[in-house]
């Protein structure tokens, strides 16, 4: 049985607009949006299921504001 890491996802809020691109993507459906705003003045995707570490928010993020890590 293989075991998955704990991951964790970073938004950058000073970069993220807000375009959810992340959260269409996530094959987890393990993004949300904050109902928080940013100092962009956009609303900013957060955690609220379990990241397998897929990191493909990361490749389709186009502004660079998301990253995923894994670790115990």
Do not use: Q, T, W
Not at 38 to 45: A, C, D, I, Q, W
């Amino acid at each position: 049985m293989i075991k998955l890491s704990k991951c964790r996802v970073f938004v950058d809020i000073e970069l993220c607009k807000g375009c959810g691109i992340c959260i269409a993507m996530c094959p987890r459906k393990a993004l949300v949006m904050s109902s928080d705003i940013g100092p962009r003045g956009f609303h900013y995707p957060i955690l609220n299921g379990e990241c397998i570490g897929c990191h493909i928010c990361e490749f389709y993020c186009p502004d660079f504001a998301i990253k995923s890590v894994c670790g115990d």
